[in-house]
């Protein structure tokens, strides 16, 4: 008796997932197709994962399976997280890796990201000037504009794993460029537009020399975003601020 070596069942939110997997899964225990320690089924959440233990688990009682129900508590049922570190732990002398391996705390990946990010000049276009692509301090997090940098890489690195991404693999730059080239368009000459910006910037100024806050600043809000917006147009102009984003 053998197992279809892969099923695609294409399905959406409530479309009844986990009661599929579960019919599956206890009839092929009861068939002899598979032992109950034997199965991996990988979730998204610790609650997903108990939910489908406990369901599967019913459906053998269901059926007066007792001792294989008893057996799925060895299953491998569980995020995708968990089923990596519980086969780091099982396999760590072959592995080569600790016995007893963690998640990495906030703390120690900080550490971690501030030391590769030391040891490669793959970043130091951004780091050099963080103002440039939108890293500010964050009044909200009191975080600054390095430690957000940082957060964004580390959510980067989250995702590449997460798909399978390969060390020095191009693949997913070039799809992602790929990506916004065919939505975005092709991107103009940056110092053409930068020029034509700062030239309406200049028209704009001249006709407005001043700050129109009083004059229809009716109230709080509206006057403090005239002032900054004001302030921001001479901001502009300032060559030293060239480099920044136009988003002030």
Known sequence: MTLPLLTIVPAGAGSGKTYTIQQQLGEWVVEGKI???RIVAVTFTEAAAAELRER???????????????????????????????????????????????????????????????????????????????????FNSGKSAEENFRDV???????????????????????AATWMSERYGTTGDGDALTAKLLAAVENLL????????REFGTNATALKELQRDFRNLHNALNSDALEYDWNM
């Open 56 to 138: 599967i688990r019913a459906k053998l009682l269901g059926l007066g399976r007792l001792e294989d129900a008893l057996r799925l508590d060895q299953a491998y049922i569980s995020t995708i997280h968990s089923f990596g570190l519980r086969l780091l732990t099982e396999f760590a002398f072959d592995s080569g890796f600790s016995p007893k391996p963690r998640r990495l705390n906030e703390d120690e990946e900080n550490t971690l990201i501030r030391l590769a990010l030391a040891r490669t000049d793959k970043a130091d276009v951004i780091t050099s000037n963080l103002s440039r692509y939108g890293y500010k301090y964050d």
């Open 35 to 37: 032992a109950p320690e």
């Open 206 to 213: 001249t006709t407005f020399p001043e700050s129109l806050a």
């Open 153 to 175: 890489l580390l959510g980067v690195v989250s995702q590449l794993r997460s798909v399978g991404w390969k060390e020095e693999s191009t693949a997913y730059a070039v799809h």
